[in-house]
């Protein structure tokens, strides 16, 4: 939705179209940028300090997923800004109930869900970090069910509009996720778990992207956890 207000700004400009979508990196690299504020931000609402500070803020900072990602036109990095300011506005909630941050909390939470379907992951944690606070809280406990009610009268109504918009508007079925490709042979159903481990090829070496062919499961993890691909 940000992408398709962004082309339609550059449209009133006379800009061609192929510009006009390379120029979508211009969000993207903002996006990065708020992550590694956010990030910041983080860091210091946990007090880390010293190492405990500069390790995790240098992975975040130099990590080459955030760097392709920056480059990149699709809504995968903001996804992951929403969902790190989801984070943030959790612990402080956690350190501080407040309806303000339950409300800013449930806000960048929805819009994660909104953007992609993978913002859904943090929900388990979200509600545990609900749990716990509740079962900790001594005097405040009526205080705690009603943000967590709050949370759930947002969160549903907010996180569920645009599918739900898709659907009614063009039929798309509701959390539709595409499938495999016909020739896509990512397939590992009939590989044991030893020759799967040992599934491995030169080939996987010379693209950071899982190529067309039963990648053993070990460098698809590490090509996901390095390069998000």
Same mark, same amino acid.
């Given at each position: 939705?940000?992408?398709?207000?962004?082309?339609?700004?550059?449209?009133?400009?006379?800009?061609?179209?192929?510009?006009?979508?390379?120029?979508?990196?211009?969000?993207?690299?903002?996006?990065?940028?708020?992550?590694?504020?956010?990030?910041?931000?983080? @860091?210091?609402?946990?007090?880390?300090?010293?190492?405990?500070?500069?390790?995790? %803020?240098?992975?975040?900072? %130099?990590?080459?997923?955030?760097?392709?990602?920056?480059?990149?036109?699709?809504?995968?990095?903001?996804?992951?800004? #929403?969902?790190?300011?989801?984070?943030? +506005?959790?612990?402080?909630?956690?350190?501080?109930?407040?309806?303000?941050?339950?409300?800013?909390?449930?806000?960048?939470?929805?819009?994660?869900?909104?953007?992609?379907?993978?913002? +859904?992951?943090?929900?388990?944690?979200? %509600? @545990?970090?609900?749990?716990?606070? #509740?079962?900790?809280?001594?005097?405040?406990?009526?205080?705690?069910?009603?943000?967590?009610?709050?949370?759930?009268?947002?969160? +549903?109504?907010?996180? +569920?509009?645009?599918?739900?918009?898709?659907?009614?508007?063009?039929?798309?079925?509701?959390?539709?996720?595409?499938?495999?490709? #016909?020739?896509?042979?990512?397939?590992?159903?009939?590989?044991?778990?030893?020759?799967?481990?040992?599934?491995?090829?030169?080939?996987?070496?010379?693209?950071? #992207?899982?190529?067309?062919?039963?990648?053993?499961?070990?460098?698809?993890?590490?090509?996901?956890?390095?390069?998000?691909?």
């Amino acid at each position: 939705m940000i992408s398709a207000v962004w082309l339609k700004i550059h449209s009133l400009f006379f800009i061609q179209y192929d510009i006009e979508f390379e120029n979508i990196q211009i969000l993207t690299l903002f996006y990065s940028g708020c992550i590694i504020i956010l990030t910041y931000k983080l @860091l210091k609402e946990m007090y880390l300090e010293k190492l405990a500070f500069i390790i995790p %803020f240098l992975i975040i900072c %130099f990590h080459p997923q955030l760097v392709l990602l920056s480059g990149s036109a699709n809504n995968d990095i903001l996804c992951f800004t #929403f969902s790190l300011a989801a984070i943030l +506005f959790a612990v402080k909630w956690y350190k501080e109930p407040l309806a303000k941050n339950m409300i800013y909390l449930v806000i960048f939470m929805s819009a994660a869900v909104m953007t992609k379907l993978f913002g +859904f992951v943090l929900l388990p944690a979200i %509600f @545990l970090l609900f749990i716990l606070k #509740f079962v900790k809280a001594k005097n405040n406990k009526h205080q705690i069910i009603k943000q967590i009610i709050l949370f759930c009268c947002i969160f +549903f109504p907010l996180a +569920f509009f645009w599918p739900l918009y898709i659907h009614i508007k063009y039929g798309t079925p509701l959390f539709l996720v595409s499938g495999q490709d #016909f020739f896509y042979k990512q397939e590992q159903g009939l590989l044991s778990l030893c020759k799967d481990m040992v599934n491995i090829d030169s080939t996987d070496f010379q693209t950071i #992207f899982i190529i067309d062919r039963n990648i053993s499961f070990l460098i698809a993890i590490l090509k996901s956890s390095i390069f998000g691909e």
